[in-house]
């Protein structure tokens, strides 16, 4: 009794009749050995395997040679691999390409910057002595950070007063506290001594909050301000603007950001009625602002503050350079990354270039692909040592 084995993809299971590849040209087909009684008899199929006894008369088959392909077998021509598991059909696995891998150069972000903004002022550039400004506007819409220089105050070449301020919602806020918050903060300082400056910075812009809620206009902006007088360094903060020393290299930063997960802060939200909450990876007070601090902000008022939070420090030939920038630096550089990057344009050369310094910290924050806008101050300490 002969017991078959056959694959049902087998040509002769067809059900047209297709022309074999055993066949000649002109019909006949190809023997895979001569019979020992002469007569020419058609291959047995090459998908079936035949287990026979002794006394069967169906013999079992050999490969076929093939003229045309010499070194392949039926098997392998007729049917593909991946069809003979366990003699059903598998599909072949279509791998799918992976996607191109772009890789970022500076022109190719200025070029997508330029693309993919509206049209306005995109950047802002000033180059003074003892300072420089880079502000670079962001992707997602007008330019919303303001900054303010005064120097040679009261006719004082070694007095001075710096700010930088990171509006949200619209300008109007960063706008009108650059305009005002200096001359406020200088009105206060003349009415106290020498050991309440900081009450005074703080009573300026609380004041300057005042003045502004009036204005009855929505947003509110961040801050980060830093005075100088008789050799003596003020720096204040109210929001997520950040103010970065350089120390014989070694960052320091003189500010902490007012964020809703803080602890004092949240502690001091909940306590007041309110709640925080994480929104896509961000922390929120009720749901909408990111800071916990800063001027303006009417509706959230009850618990953003517009106190800032003040550090004094004594000018010393170590104080390199004051880094004052908006969170769109600091957000994709660190401390140490932007005192390591602009050290080598402001120290140890008879021709500082600062603002260039400033441009590459923006340019590098950018490239590694902050969409917020950039502001980036460098303050030369060394020129306001008293």
């Known amino acids: 009794m002969s017991l078959s084995l056959i694959i049902p993809n087998s040509p002769i299971f067809s059900p047209k009749k297709v022309p074999s590849i055993f066949c000649k040209s002109d019909g006949s087909s190809f023997s895979s050995s001569p019979r020992t009684n002469g007569s020419q008899q058609p291959p047995s199929s090459p998908l079936s395997l035949s287990l026979s006894s002794p ?57 997508g910057f330029a693309a993919e903004t509206p049209r306005g002022e995109e950047e802002v550039q000033v180059e003074e002595e003892g300072y ?30 710096f700010g930088v301020y990171d509006g949200h919602g619209n300008s109007k806020a960063a706008e009108f506290v650059a305009k005002n918050l200096d001359k406020k903060v200088m ?49 204040s903060n109210a929001g997520d603007c950040r103010a970065v020393l350089s120390r014989n290299g070694v960052a ?68 390199e350079f004051l880094i004052l920038a908006s969170d769109g630096l600091w957000n994709k550089v660190t401390n140490q990354e932007a005192v390591d990057l602009v050290r080598p344009f402001c120290v140890g050369l008879d021709k500082p270039k600062p603002f260039s310094a400033c441009k590459k910290l923006a340019e590098l924050s950018s490239w590694r692909g902050s969409f917020d806008d950039i502001s980036v101050m460098v303050v030369q300490l060394q020129h306001f040592l008293f």
């Not at 003349?190 to 502004?212: H, N, P, Q, V, W």
């Not at 749901?287 to 003040?310: C, F, N, Y």
Request: net charge positive; with cysteine; aromatic share 6%.
């Open 132 to 161: 420089s400004v880079y502000c670079k506007r962001g992707r997602r819409g007008k330019m919303e950070d303001r900054y303010s220089a005064a120097v040679n105050l009261n006719g004082d070449p070694k007095q001075a007063f």
């Open 55 to 111: 006394k069967s008369s169906l013999p079992i088959s050999s490969t076929p040679q093939f003229p045309s392909s010499p070194l392949k077998s039926p098997l392998s021509i007729r049917v593909p691999k991946k069809q003979l598991l366990f003699g059903t059909d598998v599909a072949p696995v279509k791998r799918k390409r992976p996607g191109r891998i772009e890789i970022p150069t500076s022109m190719a972000v200025q070029l």
């Open 252 to 319: 320091e930063a003189l500010t902490n950001d007012h964020h809703p997960s803080r602890e004092d802060e949240r502690d001091r939200i909940e306590a007041l009625g309110g709640y925080v909450d994480c929104c896509h990876g961000v922390w929120r007070i009720q749901s909408s602002l990111a800071v916990s601090r800063a001027i303006g902000d009417k509706h959230l008022k009850q618990w953003v503050l517009a106190e800032p939070e003040t550090k004094m420090l004594k000018i010393k030939p170590e104080c």
């Open 187 to 235: 009105e206060e300082v003349s009415k106290t001594c020498e050991d309440a400056i900081d009450g005074a910075i703080r009573d300026a812009y609380l004041f300057t909050d005042m003045d502004f809620l009036k204005e009855d206009v929505g947003g509110g902006t961040c801050c980060v301000t830093a005075m100088i007088r008789k050799g003596d360094l003020f720096v």
